[in-house]
C-alpha cells in the first residue's frame, strides 16, 4: 500500500460560522482571519494504492460553479487535476472514489461540467462510494444544509451508474469494507459522514473530514456553526479524540490550511494536541 496526500486547493470560510459560539479572539490564535473575517482553509485529499485498486478520499469543489458562487469562497491554489499530475497520476487512473459526506467542499469535484454543458463523472473509470443514509439526506435536504448539498454534485453519480454504497452499521464501525479501511461513522456535523480509519505502516492513520476539520477544532467546544447536531458532535468528538490519544493515532487534516498530521495527548484541560507533521516526516513517502 502507498498512501499519497493531495491538495485540491484552497478556499476561504468564515471564522464564525467554523467555530460556532467560541469567541474570535479565542479561535483566531489558530485561525488569524482577514479584514473580511475570512479564514483560508485547505481542501487536502489523500490517494490510496492498494494493488490494482487507486482509491481517491474527497474531491475538493471542483470548478463547474458560477463566478458568483467562487465569488463566496475565493478558491485558489492548485486543482485537483494539477495534485494528480504532480504525483503521477490521472484522473482516469482512480479506480473508487470515496466521499466521506457529500457537501459541497467535499464532493464538487466528483463532477464535471463538459464543454456541451452536461454534468458528468470526472473519474470515468471509478466506483463512486457513499451510504445509503446520507445519500437520502443529501437528496431531500433540509432548510438547514440546502446550500451545501447541490443537486449538480450529487445527482450525476447516481446517473451515470457509477454509485455505490457502503453498509451502514448497527454501531459506529463499518469494518472488512471493500475498500480496504474501516469506516467511523459520525452524525454531528451532518448524517452519517464517514471517517475512514487506515492500517499504514504500522500507525492509524484517521481521515479527519469535517469532524475535526484543523487543530484549533481540538477543544471540545470548538464546534463549526454549520454542524446540525453541536451537541453531538461534541460528544462524537470526546469519544474519538480520547480513543486517538490513548492508541497515538495519526489524524489527516482535511481543511488545516497549515498542517497536515497531527496527533493528540491527554493534559489536565482535556485531549489536547500533542505534535503536528508533514505526511512525509511521518511515512517518508
Known sequence: MKITPLLAGKFKLDGGAMFGVVPKQLWSRTNPADEKNLCTWAMRSMIIEDGDR???????????????FFGHYHPHGPTLDESLKEQGYHR???????????????????????????LLPTFK??????????????????????ASFLKENILPIEESGQLNHLDVPNGDMLTDTPLGFDVLYVNGHTDKQ??????????????????????????LPFVMGYDTRPLLTLDEKDKFLKKAADENYVLFLEHDSQNELCTVKHTEKGVRLDEVFAFREVFGE
Not at 487507486?54 to 458568483?68: A, C, H, P, R, Y
Not at 499504514?200 to 477544532?217: C, E, I, N, R, T
Request: one cysteine or more; hydrophobic letters at 35%; glycine letters at 6%.
Open 54 to 68: 487507486l482509491i481517491l478520499l474527497d474531491t475538493g469543489l471542483g470548478d463547474k460553479q458560477s463566478e458568483k
Open 92 to 118: 482516469d487512473d482512480i479506480t473508487d472514489v470515496f466521499l466521506t459526506h457529500l457537501h459541497f467542499d467535499h464532493c464538487g469535484g466528483a463532477i464535471e461540467r463538459t464543454k456541451d454543458e452536461k
Open 125 to 146: 473509470n471509478a466506483k463512486y462510494w457513499s451510504n445509503e443514509n446520507h445519500w437520502k439526506w443529501a437528496t431531500e435536504p433540509n432548510q438547514r444544509e440546502k
Open 194 to 219: 464517514m471517517i475512514p480509519h487506515i492500517n499504514y505502516k504500522g500507525k492509524k492513520l484517521v481521515f479527519m473530514a469535517d469532524l475535526l476539520p484543523s487543530v484549533g477544532h481540538i477543544p
